[in-house]
């Protein structure tokens, strides 16, 4: 249905029309009494195997909605209805913004990838507080915080407090993203002493509350290696909770886009399948670094079910999808996490299989149907197995 009449109707307008289209179907479903319920049925799915406990939250699956797709948190119960286990809303920041002149983003169905400008254009905090301000009904919330570009590097700190301490209590997570928009590369704000600044402020203020929320850092998939090596090292001597890895890309190596295309649009973030290997990679290094005991979201290129399960592999405890899910349509998150539920059975089935064998009984005959449907192969343990304590600082 998604992809024989939904998907060619929302790819003939421009990205920006079709999500904005998106957006207002699901505040209108919203409205309807019973609409979100109708929403789960058809598009969530609940199984112990897809359960995870990270930074000390709950959550019914590891499968979240990244951010800037909801940028002022306006159908964040509907979106959870689609199924993610979480949805992080924004980028934010304290003052509404624009952003860049349109057309800035664009799709490149060569490459199932997306490159945008959109140059984190929002209603502001007080609008998402409007919005954060209705009942969560159990829907994980994480808020990613950004600077106004108008604000000056040297006050960006009080751009970020400002937004911690007005949505602290509205969101279950933070994340804080100090990519910049425009003009500038992250050489300047990947630096450990920027990131001290901007954070710091954050764990003074989450000191003195009541209710802890966790702080993950967003970072980029352009820094060299040695910069993430430094990074980690702020989460293993700071109080920062995790990493998020990663935002787009301004690399355009190894695209089937034409170049002249790829002029023709110009500077932004790139999206999608190309980013996969980085964003799996970096997601390892760090993983690996931190010695695995670091909360990790992954993100970045995630198209299917086996890219999950690698994400996952490479020591990702929580993942998000964008691009992935503006392709394959809402019923992604479901087949994922059918996936996720096939790869955790399959070990325990094979165990069953490997005792019936010892027992002399046919094992195809009592294998679960859900062996034959598996993805990726697992290594023989489920995910908590593998990582016992994983999520906890
Ligand atoms: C149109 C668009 C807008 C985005 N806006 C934001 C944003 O406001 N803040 C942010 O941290 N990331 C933003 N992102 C980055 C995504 O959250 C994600 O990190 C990135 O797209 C990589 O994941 P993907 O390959 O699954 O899309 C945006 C991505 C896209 C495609």
New binding site residues.
Partial sequence: MYRRVIKPVLFSLTIEQAHHAVLLLLRIIGLIPGGRWLLRKCYAVEHPALEREVFGIRFANPIGL???FD?NGEAFRELAALGFGFVEV??VTPRPQAGNPRPR?FRLPKDNA?I?R?G?ANRGLEATIRHLRRPHDGVIVGC?I?KNTSTPAENAPADYLKLFRSLYQYADYF?V?I?CDNACREGTTHTREHILQILNPLFDFRRGQNQFRPIML?ISPDMSDEVIDQITDVLLETPLDGIVA???THSRGGLHTSRTTLEKIGSG?L??AP?THR?VEIVRRVHTRSGGTYPIIG????MSAGDVRAMLDAGADLV?????YVYNGPGMVKAVCRELIAAAEKPAAMRAAGESVQNGENPEASAPEAVGTAGKASDGESEEERRPGSGQK
């Fill in positions: 990244a951010a800037g940028h924004g980028t983003v997306i945008n959109i984190l990613n950004g994340t993203n990519s967003k990663t935002n787009g973030r999206s999608g980013l964003a993100v970045g290129g995630l998000q999808l964008y691009t992935g």
